[in-house]
Each structure stands twice: as structure tokens, then as C-alpha cells.
């Protein structure tokens, strides 16, 4: 496949950007990136162009509005990235894009910047041939996904007539495996959270105190391990609260995404799978809630040894909420949870982290069966419509605030190693993305 | 008091070398201060001196054996300290000792350098008085115990005629409190070891995989629960075997040591006491079996937030042992625990790090009780014969190899910071330890 060389040389210069939002030190670089993206889109002839400040990192905003009495689209993407670390892992540096077998490697190259430029080509590309748009489009593009957006949901909230659209168009999800397309119609909502555990205001001498004394470890497992059952259903009174039984439908639908189970096995060295009982690896993953402790540390883990009665303990856990479940009172469930089985000694404070409300899509939206039209035309295969276990906050508020439908129009694929070492985008799908997304946008 | 400046100067000497023996770039300060302690015991009028070398730190070993007719001493200690880490808690730094308020402070001023010097000093003032010794004194000193001893068992083993002796004499324990002085007369065994848990070749995100795989941390957390039952007892097969319950004798001595409930509470900021049922507060800490986890980390622990459902996670454990307990039955007791109770789809490495047999002494010999009038002449007070919690695995070894009663005259404070920051050595127990050491030689 020819790809268009100019087009890869700007995204290059994006991706050589190292603008990793949850790292103060890299502050400029995200404006940087802001402003960047700032100039990409002028040049697509995309007018009204703002960098706009918040609390955090800077928001783009743009539109062309000379279509009248066609729809509007809200195309939305993240400038920021992940951080690069663990950096000695990547075959050459994650802000040096580089080409290997038609892939082109970077940080952000397929999360989220490659994807977005997708749009910004699209555009400048129609504009081009045609002098005009054959939609009304406004861009709203941030800097602060990677770190859960703090910043945008408010913007939103508080620029609903601005923002106001037919459609909200995201390239930020995977195609199922490559060639085989897909338009995520639900999303799992998520709240996240740490604790910190203590017993002493000190740590102990295992030999003076060890047995007659509270261990901030032994009470931390003890607690952490009353979060589920032995089938791994979560144990916490309340916690299922508004979830509902999945429809003999919704199975059917969830059971035809393809999934290799031994094949999945194999790769990620799996001895089993394991989870709540009564339902299948993709209905736990995908539309079943789950309670997952992400991490954890208490008393001295490090090379060598130390006797020591640990005073202090923590972990951090995320939750996938689904249906009804609403963040906040899955939040409260947890922490009544954690008062009511908090062992003999121990004193437990928390922190809410991050929330998000579940999302479901119609995909009998035109809206949606349009995009389905246009992977079709391109790649000539129809689009698959998963429910994702992921979260991406956003997407509620976009749905919610706007009541507008979301395109969930990825072209990533699961194999890119978004968020890990050697992060790359198959060129394939951004040239063939420039054309779907072209064609998506005549057909409105 | 009146202390004598000169030999606090010596001792300050000794303390500014960072003899840190954990810390491979400090293995030549370690050689330095096994060097200076050979010059200090020979200025004392000690012969046969030697630097011997071994795998790892070398031992000081020298004597004066020309007592005819009369007992022989062996005189052990460790000239090896403990990391200064966290340093910026030192009031003043940790290899500049410093005195206030009668108070010598340093890395080493009670653990153990401090302690070992007034056998030194007793040696140097007895041979300046009379010209000779009134017992022959033989010194083995080793500079690897804050790294557990692994060199000096097989030396002593090895050198069981040229280390024979009428008694092993070791300043190293502590007073019960300020003006109690104490002879500790039996010591807890201990195992340690450390334990990995699997489930993955890779953390994977939370999103797609949670609910489906099996968690690291949700497997360790349920493989430590099952350590301990309710009451803190320790759940594992065979643990308690070769343990028996205690006499009322032995719990009378126990229970006759001072100990302050409430104050220890409010000192170390706990909620309550926690351990095994049927046994007190002192009984647990000192002569019951315990097992505890020093320390555990897995997933991400750090600042911020990763959804990920982790692949692995460790944990250090160690037991401390009474009786008839064997360190190694209780490793296997312990493996066969863990892989019963293992949970689906995790595996499990573990990793012996430590072992020591527990020991106990006979108040009643004839050496210990001399010690304890030295005590009474100089302190004014009788010693007090407590069963320390804690482990000094080479006093099992000296009593065993040589079978010689094992002296423990300890001239430290439990209040003292030993391992912790600002460690300091009550000048009044340095030069009345001297007193009490010239003291008891005498008296043999």
C-alpha cells in the first residue's frame, strides 16, 4: 500500500513531542503539542481557532461551520500521551518515530495522536479536493486524557451551545484483530481509589513486638481478601446494585466477537482463566462489573531483609461499573465495606481517585450504521459492535451533556501496545482511516 | 559520673568509620574498622592477633592465655553496623558521633561497637592495674551480624579448640529499662524466607482482561490470610510442633518482668494489643512461635494510577521459633501450606533466607549467676532474667559448637534507636559496663 509521505513526516513531527500530560516537567511540551496542533489544523483550513487554558493542560478548539442545513460532527482526540517508561524496553526511542514493516513506532502513535491526525487529514484532505466541507465539523481536542480528564468534562458542561453536534466522532479504540473493524457501542463506567492502612506510628521490631501487636499486612490482606468470594464474585453488600441480568440477546451479541481462548491463554502465560461464576471470559470482561486491586505495598519489600512488624500499608482499586451502577454509591458500598470488616487495630483512610459513569450505544443509530457503511466501503468487511470493558469517561459526558450520539470509529489495533513499550500504528490503517473517515463524512 | 575522656575518644574513633556491612561499597570501611579494632586489642596487652579473611567481612580474633589454672572467657561481639538510611532523621550525622545530654550518639553506639569496647577498655584497665588478666580472655569478633553471620558458624565449627572456652561472654541485649540491668536467658529462633506469585507474563490492562484472569495480588492476599487464623494463631500444618505449653513456673518468670501496658500503647500509637489466644502480651512476644510478613509489593504502588490487573506479587515472611522447633521443618511446613492453599492459576516461587535455632539458658549456672553479682556490686539492683523475643542466631552455635553456657550481659536500653536513626549509647552504662565486665572477671 502507498501512503502519503507528507502526511507521515507532519504526524512525525507531532509524535516527536514528548508531551506525557502526568509529568510536571513535561508541562511545555504539551503546549507545545497544543499549539501544534493548533497550526495542523489552520493549514486543514479549520477556523475560530483556540488554545484554551484550563487547571491543567490546554484544550484545542476549532470548527468550519459553512455547510448549511448538513449535520455537525464533534470530532474529539487527545493530544498527551503516556510516559515512555520503562524506556530501556523500546527497540528505538519512544519520541524518535521510526518505520519497521510498514509500522510506524512511537509514543502515541496509535494513542492517541496518530488517530486524531486521521481527522485533521481527513478534513484538510476534502477541503482540498473540494474547496469545502461536506459536513459542518468542530474539533475539540485535549491534553489531559491520560490523566482522566479533570478538565474537560466541566468545559463541556459549560459550553454546551458551542460543543452542540449531530455526532461525536472518536478514533480512539481497536479494530477486533487486523482487518476486521469495529464500532465499541458500550463502555464500562469506573471508579478508582486507594487505601491506606495503619496500626502503629511506627514500624516494630518483629522480635520485641511480632504476635502481640496489630500487623498492617497481615489487616491489609485480611481486608483486601474480603472484597470477593472464592469464585471471584465481589463480596461487597451492594456493589451489584442496578446490574442488571444480561438479556439471552445482549449474550448472543457478546458471544459473537471472535476470541481465541487457548490462544489468549498461551500468549499471556495463563495457567486458567478465573471469574465470577455463571459467566463467560467476555461477559466478565465485557459487560459484568469487576473489582480489581491494581496495586499494593506495605512494610519493607525491597532486596534483602528486614524484621520488622509493618505500621503501614496500601493499595490502590479500580472498579468496572456497568448498567445502573453509579460510581459514587459503588464508592460508599466499598467504604462501609471496609468499616465493617476493618481488623482488631487497624485504621483505614481512603481516597476516591477517579469516577465514570457506564455508557451504552444504539447501534441502530444512523449515525452509527453510516460509519458501519463507510469501514465497509474501505476495508469490505462490515464493522463488529463490542462492548468494551474499558472506560473512557468522556464518552458518558459526551452523551450525556450533548445528548448527542458517539461514534466510537477506532482504527487502532489491540496488538499496538498502546500504554507499553514500542507503541506503534499499522500505516495501513491510517491511510485506509483517512479514506473511511472521508467517506464517512460525505456520506452525512 | 565521671567518664574517661580517652577512652571516649577512642570509641569515637571506632564509631566514625561507617562499617556498614550490608553495603558492598563499604566493604573497605568494614576491613578498616576490623583493622583499627586489632590495634585498639592490642594496645589492651590481647596476643595471637588476626585478621582473618573469609568469603565475606573478615573476623578479629586475638587472646591472652597465660591465667593458669583459671577459666577462659570467650568474648564476642560484631564491629559491623546497621545502614544510617533514613540519614536526613539523624539529628546530627550518623558516622560523627556526638554527645548530649550524657548521651554519645552514632551509627554502632549501642549495636554493637559501644557495647564491645567496654570489654576492650575492662581488658586494657585490668592488664594497666595488675600487669596480667585474672582469667584467660580470648577475642572473636565478627564483622557480618547485621548480615546474619553466614561466615561465622562454619569458623567456629572449624575452630572448635582454638574457641574453647569456660564461658561465651557477649555484650550485645539490653537493660529491661534505665537502672534494670538484665541477663537475657533465652532467645526465639527464626526462619526467613521470601515468596514470589505469578499469574502472567505481563500486568494486563484492567479494562480488557479484569474479571476474567486471575489477579497476583488477589492471589497473594488470600494465600497470606490463610497463614493466621482469627485470633492471630498461625494456621499452617505442623507449625506449632515441638512447641510446648509453658510451665506456671515459666509463666511466673515471664510475667515478673515489668511492662506497661498502656504506656507501650500510647507510645507506639496503637488501637490494642493482637495475638494469640489464651497467652498475654509478654508471653507472645517472648516465648510463643509467631509468624509475620515483613513486607510485601505487586502491581503499581506508586504516585498516581494504573488499571492494571498485576502479574505478580512478593512477599518476605518470618517466623520467629521456640522449644523443639526445627527452622527447616518449619520452611517445609510452611511450602506445603502455601501449596495447598494456592489459589487458581497462580504459581508460586519461594526463597529460604534466614534460619537460626532458638536456645535457652540456665539461669541457674554458676557463670551467669557471677555475672549477675558483677551486676548487683556495681548497679546495686539485681538483674532481672528475661526471654527475649528476639533472635541472635549465632548464641545457638557458641552454645551448641563449644558447649559453653552463653553469657548475655547486656549494657544497652531498649529506648536506644538501635537499626533506627539516631542511635545512642547511655555514657553512664559505658563506663559503669566497665566496671561491671573488670568486675566479674575478677570474680572468676
Known amino acids: 500500500m502507498k501512503h502519503n509521505e507528507q502526511y507521515i513526516n507532519e504526524l512525525n513531527e507531532f509524535l516527536e513531542i514528548p508531551s506525557i500530560s502526568s509529568m510536571p516537567e513535561h508541562k511545555e511540551d504539551v503546549k507545545k503539542a497544543a499549539e501544534w496542533l493548533k497550526g495542523s489544523l489552520q493549514k486543514a483550513g479549520i477556523e475560530n481557532l483556540e488554545v484554551i487554558e484550563t487547571e491543567g493542560h ?4 476549532g470548527d468550519w461551520l459553512h455547510a448549511e442545513g448538513k449535520p455537525t460532527v464533534l470530532i474529539y482526540g487527545h ?9 530501556e524496553l523500546w527497540e528505538t526511542p519512544a519520541f524518535e518515530p521510526t518505520i519497521r514493516d510498514d509500522k510506524l513506532y512511537a509514543r502515541g502513535a496509535t494513542d492517541d495522536k496518530g488517530q486524531l491526525f486521521i481527522h485533521v487529514k481527513a478534513v484538510e484532505k476534502l477541503m482540498q479536493e473540494n474547496g469545502e466541507l461536506p459536513v459542518n465539523v468542530k474539533f475539540c481536542i485535549e491534553g489531559e486524557e491520560e490523566m482522566a480528564s479533570p478538565n474537560l468534562p466541566p468545559f463541556i458542561e459549560g459550553n454546551q451551545e458551542k460543543l452542540a453536534a449531530d455526532a461525536v466522532l472518536i478514533s480512539d479504540t481497536s479494530f477486533i484483530e487486523k482487518g476486521q473493524p469495529a464500532i465499541c457501542t458500550s463502555l464500562r463506567g469506573a471508579l478508582a481509589m486507594e487505601l491506606n492502612l495503619k496500626t502503629a506510628n511506627t514500624d516494630l521490631h518483629s522480635g520485641v513486638y511480632g504476635g502481640g501487636v496489630p500487623n498492617a499486612i497481615h489487616s491489609l490482606v485480611n481486608l483486601l481478601d474480603s472484597l470477593h468470594d472464592e469464585s471471584g464474585k465481589v463480596s461487597v453488600e451492594g456493589f451489584y446494585k442496578g446490574v442488571q441480568d444480561p438479556t439471552s440477546q445482549l449474550r448472543e451479541e457478546v458471544a459473537s466477537i471472535p476470541f481465541d481462548e487457548e490462544k489468549t491463554k498461551e500468549e499471556l502465560g495463563l495457567e486458567a482463566f478465573y471469574g465470577e461464576e455463571g459467566f463467560t471470559f467476555q461477559e466478565r470482561t465485557g459487560i459484568r462489573p469487576t473489582l480489581e486491586v491494581n496495586g499494593l505495598a506495605g512494610g519493607f519489600h525491597e532486596e534483602g531483609f528486614k524484621t520488622i512488624v509493618p505500621s503501614e500499608a496500601h493499595a490502590k482499586i479500580s472498579c468496572r461499573l456497568v448498567g445502573g451502577q453509579e460510581p459514587e454509591e459503588v464508592f460508599e458500598a466499598i467504604l462501609n465495606h471496609l468499616d465493617k470488616h476493618k481488623p482488631v487495630g487497624a485504621s483505614v483512610e481512603t481516597k476516591k481517585l477517579i469516577t465514570a459513569k457506564p455508557v451504552s450505544l444504539d447501534s441502530n443509530n444512523p449515525m452509527i450504521q453510516k460509519a458501519a457503511a463507510a469501514y465497509e ?47 506503534h500504528i499499522h500505516l495501513e490503517n491510517f491511510t485506509n482511516g483517512i479514506e473511511t473517515v472521508t467517506s464517512y463524512l460525505k456520506s452525512l
Chains 1, 2 share one sequence.
Open 58 to 61: 490546554p484544550i484545542v478548539y
Open 79 to 87: 493530544y498527551d500521551v503516556q510516559p515512555a517508561s520503562p524506556e
Open 377 to 423: 466501503k474501505v476495508y469490505g468487511v462490515a464493522p463488529l459492535f463490542p462492548k468494551e470493558g474499558g472506560s473512557i469517561p468522556i464518552v458518558e459526558v459526551f452523551s450525556r451533556v450533548l445528548r448527542s450520539p458517539v461514534v466510537m470509529m477506532g482504527f487502532g489495533l489491540p496488538s499496538e501496545n498502546l500504554h507499553a513499550p514500542n507503541e
